[in-house]
């Protein structure tokens, strides 16, 4: 089981759930497409890179958004499924260097 130790010396379980998630979807191929769930789920790894400034997390995200939108700007892999906005707040937040920032 994967523990880490905040500053605090308390257990920061937002950060060992990143770093879980991250261990099996080793690749942003591996989290999946274009949807809610994946979004909602980088939203919050977002936010503990916010907080931990550690760089594979926005790294991650970075890829996932590459991945899904192209050169310029427009959703490449959508599915047929809806342009949720999470997905969108995720680009916007993220600012992937494919999108203009």
């Known amino acids: 089981m994967l523990y880490l130790v905040s500053r605090h010396g308390k257990t920061d379980w937002s950060a060992g759930m ?3 998630t991250m261990k099996r979807y080793p690749t942003t191929k591996d989290l999946g497409s274009w949807g809610y ?3 909602l789920y980088l939203s ?8 931990t400034r550690d760089p594979r997390y926005l790294q991650y ?3 996932w958004v590459d991945s899904h939108v192209d050169t310029n700007g427009v959703v490449t892999s959508a599915n047929g499924k809806a ?3 999470r997905s969108s707040l995720i680009i916007s ?7 203009f920032c």
Not at 93 to 99: D, E, F, L, Q
């Open 18 to 20: 990143v770093e879980s």
């Open 37 to 39: 769930a994946e979004p």
């Open 44 to 51: 919050g790894q977002y936010l503990v890179y916010k907080r």
């Open 61 to 63: 995200i970075k890829d």
């Open 83 to 85: 342009k949720c906005a």
């Open 93 to 99: 937040t993220a600012c992937s260097p494919r999108i």
